[in-house]
């Protein structure tokens, strides 16, 4: 069944990033939603949560 195909995780993270001589530090949840589909695990959604997601913040660009 559909729902036994899908899966929901949660981690915590702490990023630094250093960038023009700065140091900025952020944290908090990333919610992936895993699903399959044809025998393989495939990323159907990610959100990040920061922990002060109410502040002002310049542009976060984060390379993987």
């Known amino acids: 069944d559909e729902a036994a195909a899908r899966c929901t995780v949660?981690?915590?993270f702490v990023?630094?990033?250093y960038q023009r001589e700065q140091k900025?530090?952020?944290g908090g949840t990333?919610?992936?939603?895993l699903d399959?589909?044809?025998g393989e695990l495939?990323?159907?959604?990610k959100r990040v949560d920061l922990?002060?997601?109410d502040g002002i913040h310049d542009c976060i660009n984060v390379y993987f």
């Open 30 to 33: 990333i919610t992936h939603r």
């Open 36 to 38: 399959w589909s044809g």
């Open 24 to 26: 900025r530090h952020y």
């Open 15 to 17: 990023m630094l990033v």
């Open 42 to 45: 495939r990323m159907a959604m």
């Open 10 to 12: 949660r981690s915590k």
């Open 51 to 53: 922990i002060d997601s």
